[in-house]
């Protein structure tokens, strides 16, 4: 089973919903995004958005869907991610804080992953270099004109998709009744958190293989690297001790999780996976959110680690939300606590009671 993290939490997620125990009856989709023109000045005369819901709409007296809930995954992930066990069981369950019998639950692929159109699919390095903003324009535009949903019950994002949650919350102030971002700083990614994504990047583009994105194999060399770092982004350092507590475990699992996951990554998509994240920075406009804000951050993050002190002082700027960590422990996972619903359902709970609309 794959670490989760900011960028590959999702790679192993993303693998079958079939070890989930409750059943859930979800529909998928494709909405077409007709001539979207990217903050590059790129374009796609049809950029393709994959999605899969659960429950259906309700309607309120004025005909408007009033029950929608969007989940936002993180980087290399897709909507399914959410099936797995430790989310789908606790949140999706009957009775659930996000029963799809109550809610209209939308799992959507971002840009550039799953289902949606990526690199992949054929355009490789000649894809539009797409950032955090368009990718949340474009869950916009989905959500709007694809599924007719004018305004959000819940926006929340785990890793990439708490980031997404940030410029959802300044782009779009009144589209939503409450946010929940999950792993991440709303703050240009700087320090350690570039760097490594840096040497992934330029693992790649540095390999002969990659042939300026043009490969007919993928560049295995650039991706032993690349998923390495992963490994080492996502990785919750007391559970591996715990795990791997000789050299020969730690190497062996080292090993058979680089081999396992080069089989199934493609190279560019990956790139423009990690690349999206270089202009983000929402930290000059947190005072826009108007939502119901519940953020939370696990201290074991190396992703997102608490000694930098940023937290604090970015919490004080935002007028209607909170900042939540939870202590490094056995039962948390590193930066892929976000998905262990179990350890942030009760401050899920409080927040959807605080943002009940009037």
Same mark, same amino acid.
């Given at each position: 089973?794959?670490?989760?993290?900011?960028?590959?939490?999702?790679? /192993?997620?993303?693998?079958?919903?079939?070890?989930?125990?409750?059943?859930?009856? $979800?529909?998928?989709? =494709?909405?077409?995004?007709?001539?979207?023109?990217?903050?590059?000045?790129?374009?796609? %005369?049809?950029?393709?958005?994959?999605?899969?819901?659960?429950? %259906?709409?309700?309607?309120?007296?004025?005909?408007?869907?009033?029950?929608?809930?969007?989940?936002?995954?993180?980087?290399?992930?897709?909507?399914?991610?959410?099936?797995?066990?430790?989310? %789908? =069981?606790?949140?999706? #369950? $009957?009775?659930?804080?996000?029963?799809?019998?109550? +809610?209209?639950?939308?799992?959507?692929?971002?840009?550039?992953?799953?289902?949606? *159109?990526?690199? *992949?699919?054929?355009?490789?390095?000649?894809?539009?270099?797409?950032?955090?903003?368009?990718?949340?324009?474009?869950?916009?535009?989905?959500?709007?004109?694809?599924?007719?949903?004018?305004? !959000?019950?819940?926006?929340?994002?785990? *890793?990439?998709?708490? /980031?997404? &949650?940030?410029?959802?919350?300044?782009? +779009?102030?009144?589209?939503?009744?409450?946010?929940?971002?999950?792993?991440?700083?709303?703050?240009?990614?700087?320090?350690?958190?570039?760097?490594?994504?840096?040497?992934?990047?330029?693992?790649?583009?540095?390999?002969?293989?990659?042939?300026?994105?043009?490969?007919?194999?993928?560049?295995?060399?650039?991706?032993?690297?690349?998923?390495?770092?992963?490994?080492?982004?996502?990785?919750?350092?007391?559970?591996?001790?715990?795990?791997? $507590?000789?050299?020969?475990?730690?190497?062996? +699992?080292?090993?058979?999780?680089?081999?396992?996951?080069?089989?199934?990554?493609?190279?560019?998509?990956? /790139?423009?996976?990690?690349?999206? &994240?270089?202009?983000?920075?929402?930290?000059? *406009?947190? %005072?826009?959110?108007?939502?119901?804000?519940?953020?939370?951050?696990? #201290?074991?993050?190396?992703?997102?680690?608490?000694?930098?002190?940023?937290?604090?002082?970015?919490?004080?700027?935002?007028?209607?939300?909170?900042?939540?960590?939870?202590?490094?422990?056995?039962?948390?996972?590193?930066?892929?606590?976000?998905?262990?619903? !179990?350890?942030?359902?009760?401050?899920? #709970?409080?927040?959807?009671?605080?943002?009940?609309?009037?």
């Amino acid at each position: 089973m794959r670490i989760l993290t900011t960028l590959a939490l999702a790679f /192993m997620l993303a693998a079958s919903a079939s070890a989930q125990t409750v059943k859930l009856t $979800p529909k998928e989709g =494709d909405y077409i995004a007709k001539d979207f023109t990217f903050h590059s000045g790129e374009k796609l %005369a049809e950029l393709r958005l994959h999605y899969t819901t659960l429950g %259906a709409p309700h309607r309120n007296a004025k005909g408007e869907i009033d029950n929608a809930v969007l989940i936002m995954h993180g980087t290399g992930g897709d909507g399914k991610q959410f099936f797995r066990p430790q989310f %789908a =069981d606790v949140l999706f #369950a $009957p009775g659930g804080l996000l029963d799809p019998a109550k +809610y209209y639950i939308v799992l959507r692929d971002g840009v550039g992953h799953g289902k949606s *159109s990526k690199p *992949s699919d054929g355009l490789h390095a000649k894809f539009p270099h797409y950032d955090y903003d368009d990718m949340v324009a474009a869950d916009h535009e989905l959500l709007t004109k694809g599924l007719g949903v004018a305004h !959000a019950r819940l926006i929340m994002g785990t *890793s990439m998709g708490c /980031m997404h &949650s940030f410029v959802w919350g300044e782009t +779009y102030p009144e589209f939503m009744d409450a946010l929940m971002p999950l792993a991440c700083l709303p703050t240009e990614i700087a320090g350690r958190n570039r760097i490594w994504r840096k040497l992934l990047i330029d693992a790649i583009q540095s390999d002969p293989d990659w042939k300026g994105g043009d490969y007919t194999e993928q560049p295995k060399a650039a991706l032993r690297t690349a998923e390495g770092l992963l490994l080492l982004a996502g990785g919750a350092p007391i559970v591996m001790q715990k795990d791997y $507590p000789t050299r020969e475990k730690a190497d062996a +699992y080292a090993e058979t999780y680089v081999a396992n996951n080069i089989k199934t990554v493609d190279a560019n998509d990956l /790139m423009y996976q990690v690349a999206a &994240s270089r202009t983000y920075d929402p930290s000059k *406009s947190l %005072a826009k959110i108007k939502a119901k804000l519940t953020w939370v951050n696990s #201290a074991d993050d190396f992703i997102n680690p608490p000694e930098l002190g940023l937290a604090a002082g970015f919490a004080k700027q935002l007028k209607t939300g909170k900042f939540i960590l939870i202590p490094a422990s056995e039962d948390t996972h590193g930066h892929g606590t976000h998905t262990w619903a !179990a350890l942030w359902k009760d401050h899920l #709970a409080a927040l959807l009671k605080a943002s009940e609309p009037r």
